[in-house]
């Protein structure tokens, strides 16, 4: 079966005033229709890009160095304009962490759902819409401006907006960072299954680790512009084997014991100006070896998941 999405090698630079930044460094990762894949990490390494990056939407500071995304079969990078806006319209969704930043707030929400259905709006259809993502009295949220609504109203229209023509791929980032706890989950349950229920992948970028172990078939965690490890998200919290992924982990709100500190990753992350000839992760990492710091590690299978680690069995072994 060919993947819904597939990322193979993907390497991405930017032009900033201080000169070349490397902000993915051969990301390799695929998903099948209908699946969720989570992908985790620390600000920076590259999570957004990624996503970013699948719709082509990068803007003219980005240059792909190698590598190539494919989006049903199909290159993005082989695509004219033409062919990437019929791909953006028709085979990806994007849900943004800011509701209302994402939404038009001089154009009503019925207005928006239509140019989103296009050839397919009608008035049925756009309450459709508005049904499907829980907004029952469907024809007041059309008549209504963006500032009218809640915040996990909006949300619920911009998924429903992602979805309407039911894409191949929908890309979530931080999707509910910008609402009230209280209704966080309520939204990520609704976002998961109206993307199962069409048969969209769910790529969903996030920082909450509690979040991805709920909803996440897979987890795919990321640091400086490569996944470092990919795999079942059951297996991969219940015995990681990348250092990165345990240090995650223990750095978690609410791993911590009473009274005590939630144990901080020591370091930070490179800032990188090309491709990485060694493990990004040597310096802040308790497993390093002289290996680690020489050379380049690339992707194996150990278990049940990609790794790319050269001490990956040690690290499983010190999770049992």
Same mark, same amino acid.
């Given at each position: 079966m060919t993947p819904a999405l597939a990322v193979q090698d993907l390497a991405i630079d930017f032009q900033s005033r201080r000169g070349q930044v490397r902000a993915i460094d051969g990301a390799t990762l695929s998903a099948a229709p209908g699946e969720v894949l989570g992908i985790v990490g620390e600000s920076g390494s590259g999570k957004s890009t990624l996503g970013m990056a699948i719709g082509h939407l990068l803007g003219? @500071?980005?240059?792909?160095?190698?590598g190539d995304i494919r989006v049903d079969g199909r290159s993005i990078f082989a695509l004219d304009e033409a062919g990437l806006r019929a791909l953006r319209?028709?085979?990806l969704g994007y849900v943004f962490q800011d509701p209302m930043g994402?939404?038009?707030?001089t154009r009503r929400i @019925?207005?928006?759902?239509?140019?989103?259905l296009g050839g397919m709006a009608t008035r049925m259809g756009i309450a459709s819409v508005l049904k499907d993502v829980g907004l029952a009295d469907a024809d007041r949220v059309a008549r209504s401006y963006p500032h009218e609504l809640s915040g996990g109203m909006a949300q619920r229209v911009c998924i429903g907006i992602a979805v309407a023509r039911r894409p191949k791929v929908v890309i979530a980032d931080e999707p509910t960072a910008a609402l009230d706890a209280s209704i966080k989950s309520q939204i990520l349950d609704l976002l998961v299954r109206r993307c199962r229920a069409t048969g969209a992948v769910l790529i969903l970028l996030s920082h909450d680790l509690y979040?991805?172990?709920k909803c996440s078939d897979r987890v795919a965690v990321m640091y400086a512009g490569r996944l470092v490890e990919t795999g079942w998200t059951a297996a991969v919290f219940a015995r990681p084997a990348h250092p990165y992924t345990v240090m995650l982990l223990q750095s978690a709100i609410g791993r911590e014991r009473?009274? @005590?500190?939630?144990?901080p990753i020591p370091g930070a992350p490179p800032v990188l100006t090309g491709r990485c000839q060694a493990c990004a992760f040597a310096p802040r990492c308790r497993w390093t070896e002289q290996a680690c710091t020489a050379v380049r590690p690339e992707a194996r299978c150990v278990a049940d998941r990609d790794v790319i680690c050269h001490r990956?069995?040690?690290v499983m072994g010190a999770a049992r």
């Open positions: 003219a @500071g980005a240059r792909r160095v190698s319209a028709d085979e994402a939404l038009d707030p @019925g207005l928006q759902i239509k140019a989103a979040a991805i172990r009473s009274g @005590g500190r939630v144990e990956a069995e040690s």
